[in-house]
């Protein structure tokens, strides 16, 4: 993870990524037919003005688009779209990621993360570490930075997420390399990540992990 701030190119994939599992769900309320069409309608606002937002969006007017998805944040909060409301908290922290305003978009990622964290698949949850990660090493907090790449690790581990975990590994060695200079917890992590890209006949990230061990290696002070 060798960048902090993310571009409006990036953002833009970005979006498209999460968003592709940002399907539209039913509210679930009592039986009452007032309850019910409140309910539906506030969805549809919702889910226009979301849209709204996507368009300001397209025309690079990001802080109008902001306006847009705020207003909907409202709306799904009210009616519990659970699913809604972290992915429109993860579009908000992104916008000002974009802008520079590391603090600001922590505090609307760190409120998406427990949301994604209770829904099915954890839908998002990797990206909304990532974007943590990204913003805390922005603020040089890589303290905080790492501790959201653990939990990500951790996450990763526990849900069998081969991949994740070897991102991850990686991503934790790059932090101990290059932010805190503690080569030997880099070379710890890079050696895990060495031996599950070896079980998964990953050859290429094998090889990236080899290469930057012998990188790390040279930039070790010689034993006396």
């Known amino acids: 993870m060798h960048y902090y701030k993310i571009s409006l190119t990036a953002l833009t994939t970005f979006i498209l990524t999460i968003s592709s599992t940002a399907a539209n769900f039913s509210v679930i309320f009592p ?3 007032v309850l019910a069409q409140t309910a539906n309608n506030q969805q549809a606002e919702a889910s226009r003005l979301e849209k709204q937002g996507f368009q300001e969006f397209n025309n690079k007017q990001i802080p109008k ?9 409202t ?3 009210e009616i519990k779209e659970r699913k ?28 998406a993360l427990p949301i994604a964290q209770q829904l099915p698949n954890r839908h998002n949850e990797m990206s909304i570490f990532q974007l943590l990660v990204m913003s805390y090493s922005s603020l040089k907090n890589y303290d905080k930075a790492l501790e959201f790449a653990q939990q990500a690790l951790v996450s990763a581990k526990t849900n069998n997420n081969y991949e994740s975990e070897k991102t991850w590994l990686i991503n934790i060695a790059e932090i101990y390399e290059d932010n805190l200079q503690d080569y030997g917890k880099a070379i710890e992590y890079y050696q895990q990540a060495l031996v ?19 990188q790390l290696y040279q930039k070790m002070p010689n034993p006396r």
Do not use: C
């Open 84 to 111: 809604k409301e972290s992915f429109l908290l993860i579009l908000i922290g992104m916008t000002y990621q974009v802008e520079n305003q590391h603090q600001t978009a922590i505090n609307y990622l760190e409120q």
């Open 75 to 77: 709306l799904y909060r």
């Open 31 to 33: 039986p009452s037919q």
């Open 196 to 214: 599950r890209a070896k079980a998964e006949n990953d050859q290429k990230t094998e090889r990236n992990v080899l290469v930057s061990l012998s």
């Open 65 to 73: 688009a902001r306006q847009f998805w705020q207003q909907a944040l």
